[in-house]
């Protein structure tokens, strides 16, 4: 009897325990929120809105950057669902002969999802792939079957907003639709999403590198689609297993990436250890960076959050920009140890956009901001995953 009731009791006090942890956490959600100039913040708990807040103005679209490429992902699982492709190993040129030829023939869609075509690209987006009114190409489709191989086809992995752009194609020449045409029919009209727009190339085709446009609880309802493992208001739109194929790791040279989704693990440590500082100086970076650096070399740093501080007093809040202008695309800031464990799921995109799933407490989170008054330096919210992730913790 005095072992239930000690039972009994621990159980209260760790759910008392729990919850005050989840409101200290989502307190400084809220603050962070508004010092970051969020246009919404909305985190539902099964099924149960915790938090919701549009900060004072009407909810309206938004462009959500890259985080729709994990919107993408999920347009495939559909075309496969549907025998409309065969599989993830279909080779790329089964739809696009031109491809049948040199290593391009060796390019499959799962290659194109994981981020290891191979195929030229930049990480920023807007060198080549810039959209409206300054457009920088005029068919976001053919530039990508138009782009060289930079590394052999599943030797190496690298973003790819090019890969992604391609899946345009890809979806249209499986559907018989246009990318746009085919994800309202299939996935706006059964989720009752009506007030919406799309990113375009000059010809009309959905730059699906980050082509929508749409409200933060419209975004929330596929965190919810994902959490109920593909169906949706009893209709199946993606397969239980594309749910999990998807959100698995999706190549063998970094487990933070699934098929279009990021992956939270549980920890991830920084260093700027003796493999990453040689990899700069025969870069030929820059003397008077590695001379404002070198404090931080060799100082291992519990979390990214911690080691985006760091830098931040060395160079301030234009830390990110000038880690891009110094280091050359093909080195690395600093060594990533992570955790085997991963405790999140979640899609990111430009201005700090995201949509985070927690399977196990069935808790999706939302989080977008305008570009209106947006700063760069300040505004990206990068710790908001971080937050979200400690509330169920």
Sequence with gaps: MRIAIYVLL??????????????????????????????????????????????????????????GKSLVSLAIGNLLLNGQLDSLDQPVYSLFPEWRQGQKKMITL???????????????????????????????????????????????????????????????????????????????KVLNISDYKW????????????????????????GQLVLQKGVYDGKRLVSEDWIGESLSQGQDFTPIWGL??????????????????????????????????????????????????????????SWNQILNHELPESVTSSKRIYSKEIIAYYAQGYRGNYLIIIP???????????PLDFNYNTDTFEDFITLVSEMVN
Aim: charged fraction near 25%; aromatic fraction near 10%; hydrophobic fraction near 40%.
């Design 10 to 67: 621990s159980t209260i006090v760790h759910n008392l325990n729990a919850q005050q942890i989840k409101e200290h956490v989502l307190e400084k959600i809220k603050i962070r929120a508004k010092e970051t100039h969020s246009d919404a913040v909305i985190i539902t708990e099964r099924g149960k809105t915790i938090y919701k807040d549009h900060f004072g103005t009407p909810e309206k679209p938004m462009y959500i950057a890259s985080a």
């Design 260 to 317: 279009l989704w990021w992956r939270l693990p549980k920890y991830e440590y920084r260093i700027i250890d003796k493999e990453i500082w040689n990899s700069w100086l025969d870069a030929r970076v820059s003397k008077d960076f590695l001379k404002k650096i070198r404090p931080l070399k060799g100082v291992l740093y519990e979390n990214k959050i911690d080691f985006y501080n760091a830098l931040n007093r060395v160079f301030g809040d």
């Design 199 to 222: 990113v375009q190339d000059e010809q009309g085709n959905p730059t699906t590198h980050g082509a929508f446009i749409i409200k933060p609880s419209d975004l929330l309802k596929f």
């Design 110 to 188: 799962r290659m194109l999802l994981n981020h290891t075509s191979g195929l030229q690209d930049y990480a920023n987006a807007s060198i080549e792939l810039e959209p409206p009114p300054t457009y920088k190409v005029s068919n976001v489709i053919d530039l990508a079957l138009a782009a060289e191989l930079t590394n052999s086809p599943g030797s190496t992995v690298f973003y790819s907003n090019k890969a992604t752009a391609l899946l345009a194609g890809v979806v249209e020449k499986a559907s018989g639709k246009r990318f746009d045409h085919f994800f309202v029919d299939t996935f706006f």
């Design 360 to 370: 196990e407490k069935e808790l999706v989170a939302v989080r977008c901001a305008d």
